[in-house]
């Protein structure tokens, strides 16, 4: 008797408990309805957020690097001996593999271990085919060598650009340029001219590299890419856009506090790209004893190195730059300046 008493009360109890839960279920439902619609909203959001940012990370590239530009610039590279411009082609492998096509124009065998080598760093666009008539310039005017540097995904080189990818190439080309014995080793100038600039702050700034950069020369660079992206996008917003969301940052101002080698700024006054003002902030934030500020008047952003005196100030600067470090006593023998005296523009 007990024990029905007992069956029955745990079964009353069970159905209690069913019937509760029956009669709250469609509460349950209606909860389950809304986890799944807020979460899967909000997971929705979130992807949604993510895809976007992802588009807009990676996209980047694209409004930085121009290699396409003008078209053919991956098929056809222009070769230096239409400028009468005597070289070699030459190919290095990145750290990481890639391999890099590069000019090297040299002076006349004679005097190519007496002169200074110049390993340049173009823009942003096109390939290094397109620089020779500066080439030329400078291969008159400064009586050096040239290594010509295309990046990878430039021109006839492999690969695809990226911010840590052109630093790889700059790194070989300067690796490659020291392998050489028939180059003066204590003469090795870096130029860059506008992105280029960015590549050559990098390199300089490198411990392991900066010993071995005889002078800097920059040319219509900018401070840094997120610094370019206020002025070209001009949104209030982007202030408050973290660093991480920039792919390529090129923060050259913040690596002006690394620099010891002697740098000369070249500042297109006419500049309708990056704003001559960044120029100077990088020239204020070097920490370089030996810096100068050249200002030219009416250099446009692409075309500074054709007015009037441009070889001749570079001339100067590396001029002071010999006799500053015979100064120092870094040289014991006298150094003949002559070959620089009957600078002209060409
Ligand atoms: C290389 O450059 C250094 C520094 O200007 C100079 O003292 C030396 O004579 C040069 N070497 C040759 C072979 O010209
Ligand atoms: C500089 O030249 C490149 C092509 O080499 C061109 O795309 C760009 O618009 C030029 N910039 C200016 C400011 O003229």
Same mark, same amino acid.
């Given at each position: 008797?007990?024990?029905?008493?007992?069956?029955?009360?745990?079964?009353?109890?069970?159905?209690?408990?069913?019937?509760?839960?029956?009669?709250?279920?469609?509460?349950?439902?209606?909860?389950?309805?809304?986890?799944?619609?807020?979460?899967?909203?909000?997971?929705?959001?979130?992807?949604?957020?993510?895809?976007?940012?992802?588009?807009?990370?990676?996209?980047?590239?694209?409004?930085?690097?121009?290699?396409?530009?003008?078209?053919?610039?991956?098929?056809?590279?222009?070769?230096?001996?239409?400028?009468?411009?005597?070289?070699?082609?030459?190919?290095?492998?990145?750290?990481?593999?890639?391999?890099?096509?590069?000019?090297?124009?040299?002076?006349?065998?004679?005097?190519?271990?007496?002169?200074?080598?110049?390993?340049?760093?173009?823009?942003?666009?096109?390939?290094?085919?397109?620089?020779?008539?500066?080439?030329?310039?400078?291969?008159?005017?400064?009586? @050096?060598?040239?290594?010509?540097?295309?990046?990878?995904?430039?021109?006839?080189?492999?690969?695809?650009?990226?911010?840590?990818?052109?630093?790889?190439?700059?790194?070989?080309?300067?690796?490659?340029?020291?392998?050489?014995?028939?180059?003066?080793?204590?003469?090795?100038?870096?130029?860059?001219?506008?992105?280029?600039?960015?590549?050559?702050?990098?390199?300089?700034?490198?411990?392991?590299?900066?010993? %071995?950069?005889? @002078?800097?020369?920059?040319?219509? $660079?900018?401070?840094?890419?997120?610094?370019?992206?206020?002025?070209?996008?001009?949104?209030?917003?982007?202030?408050?856009?973290?660093?991480?969301?920039? !792919?390529?940052?090129?923060?050259?101002?913040? !690596?002006?506090?690394?620099?010891?080698?002697?740098?000369?700024?070249?500042?297109?006054?006419?500049?309708?790209?990056?704003?001559?003002?960044?120029?100077?902030?990088?020239?204020?934030? @070097?920490?370089?004893?030996? %810096?100068?500020?050249?200002?030219?008047?009416?250099? $446009?952003?692409?075309?500074?190195?054709?007015?009037?005196?441009?070889?001749?100030?570079?001339?100067?600067?590396?001029?002071?730059?010999?006799?500053?470090?015979?100064?120092?006593?870094?040289?014991?023998?006298?150094?003949?300046?002559?070959?620089?005296?009957?600078?002209?523009?060409?």
């Amino acid at each position: 008797m007990g024990g029905y008493v007992q069956l029955t009360r745990v079964l009353g109890t069970l159905l209690k408990m069913i019937l509760k839960v029956w009669a709250y279920s469609g509460l349950v439902l209606v909860f389950c309805f809304l986890l799944y619609y807020v979460y899967g909203g909000v997971f929705a959001v979130v992807l949604l957020f993510f895809a976007l940012t992802g588009v807009l990370y990676h996209v980047q590239d694209n409004f930085l690097f121009y290699p396409e530009l003008p078209s053919h610039s991956r098929v056809y590279v222009p070769i230096p001996s239409t400028l009468g411009l005597p070289y070699e082609t030459v190919q290095t492998r990145g750290s990481d593999g890639v391999l890099i096509h590069m000019y090297f124009i040299h002076q006349p065998k004679d005097r190519q271990r007496l002169s200074p080598t110049i390993v340049f760093f173009h823009g942003n666009a096109g390939n290094m085919g397109h620089r020779l008539q500066n080439c030329r310039g400078l291969y008159h005017n400064l009586h @050096c060598n040239i290594l010509l540097v295309e990046y990878r995904g430039y021109g006839l080189s492999e690969g695809h650009p990226t911010e840590e990818g052109l630093y790889l190439d700059a790194k070989a080309s300067l690796d490659y340029i020291l392998s050489r014995s028939d180059v003066n080793h204590s003469e090795i100038i870096v130029f860059g001219r506008s992105l280029g600039g960015a590549v050559a702050v990098d390199l300089a700034s490198r411990e392991e590299y900066a010993s %071995k950069i005889w @002078c800097l020369v920059i040319e219509n $660079t900018f401070t840094s890419i997120p610094d370019m992206a206020k002025v070209l996008l001009g949104w209030r917003l982007l202030q408050y856009f973290p660093l991480f969301f920039y !792919k390529n940052k090129f923060l050259s101002y913040h !690596k002006m506090k690394f620099l010891r080698v002697p740098t000369l700024f070249i500042s297109g006054m006419a500049d309708s790209l990056v704003p001559p003002r960044m120029m100077s902030e990088l020239y204020n934030n @070097c920490r370089s004893v030996r %810096k100068q500020l050249l200002q030219i008047p009416d250099g $446009t952003h692409n075309e500074t190195w054709t007015a009037q005196g441009y070889y001749h100030s570079l001339a100067v600067f590396l001029q002071n730059c010999r006799i500053q470090m015979e100064e120092k006593g870094d040289f014991s023998n006298k150094i003949d300046i002559s070959g620089w005296n009957n600078v002209q523009n060409i």
